[in-house]
């Protein structure tokens, strides 16, 4: 199993310019995870910018197509260096074609704690035990993402696991690094994009959610222990949706928030059997 600071790790090549190995596991499908190559593609912006900016603070990405796993490049370019952030560009090519095209804003994050206002409440979950581990393999749709990454869903919103859906068009989870690794920020990343699709909760279990635009903004560096995520539909018009994602760490700091347009392909035909086969899928 390829740890986190494993598989997303990039080697630089020249000017600006890095290597980096995409690692199946962290996959939907044959797909890579949009916050794994959001996190991959930060790890090169972060050593561009240098000591004095250690943390992503908000990423945004336009995803152009989706690389398959193996080799990538990635180049960076400078836009600004100030007193406190350092914003660059970051573009992820693999076999020659632009994929993913990301603005990188950093800096340095305060340790989680106390927020001066906080309109966003801790959710409240079930102890980890008694929520429901999702599976990395299904009969119908292999989600090697679930391997590396342990998902315990809340079972007041795995309904459509059974083809039961809530309707509220929302998924809570814990969530921890299944390689017992620790939360930091450029794994909040992922945390933001990783949950199945909360359009599967309005009984659209099946449906294809491909990410178009991801921003995440990392508010602290996350306490250790699992990690508290909640994502849920804000709007679906024809053949879009909108989700939003909102990470708390173990101390119940809001420590990361993801904003996602993804476009909906919806199945000919949901049925139960579907249900169960999506339950690993994520965005």
């Excluded at 079930?126 to 749709?141: H, I, K, Q, R």
């Excluded at 342990?150 to 390689?179: M, N, Y």
């Excluded at 602290?220 to 024809?238: C, D, M, Q, S």
Aim: charged letters at 20%; proline letters at 10%.
């Amino acid at each position: 199993m390829a740890g986190f600071s494993t598989a997303t790790t990039v080697r630089r090549v020249g000017d600006d310019e890095y290597l980096a190995d995409l690692d199946p596991l962290w996959s939907i499908g044959t797909k890579p995870n949009g916050g794994y190559l959001l996190a991959t593609m930060t790890r090169a912006a972060l050593d561009v910018a240098g000591p004095g900016y250690p943390h992503p603070g908000a990423v945004s990405a336009h995803f152009l197509s989706a690389p398959a796993a193996g080799p990538v490049q990635i180049r960076v370019q400078p836009l600004r260096q100030g007193r406190s952030v350092a914003q660059l560009r970051t573009s992820l090519y693999a076999a020659g074609e632009h994929c993913v095209e990301a603005l990188v804003s950093c800096g340095t994050l305060p340790a989680a704690g106390p927020a001066r206002w906080d309109g966003v409440p801790a959710v409240e979950l079930p102890a980890e035990e008694d929520c429901l581990l999702l599976p990395g393999e299904t009969p119908w749709f292999p989600v090697p993402l679930m391997t590396v990454l342990a998902q315990r869903l809340d079972p007041a919103t795995a309904g459509f696991t059974t083809g039961r859906g809530a309707g509220a068009g929302e998924i809570r989870a814990w969530l921890r690094f299944a390689d017992g690794s620790e939360p930091d920020p450029l794994g909040l990343l992922v945390a933001a994009d990783c949950l199945p699709p909360a359009t599967f909760d309005l009984d659209l279990v099946g449906s294809w959610v491909p990410t178009l635009e991801l921003t995440v903004y990392v508010r602290a560096v996350p306490v250790p222990g699992p990690l508290r995520v909640r994502l849920k539909v804000r709007l679906i018009t024809e053949g879009r949706v909108d989700e939003q994602c909102d990470v708390w760490d173990n101390a119940g700091t809001l420590v990361a928030t993801g904003h996602q347009l993804a476009a909906l392909r919806l199945p000919e035909a949901p049925t139960n059997a579907t249900a169960g086969a999506a339950v690993a899928a994520a965005d």
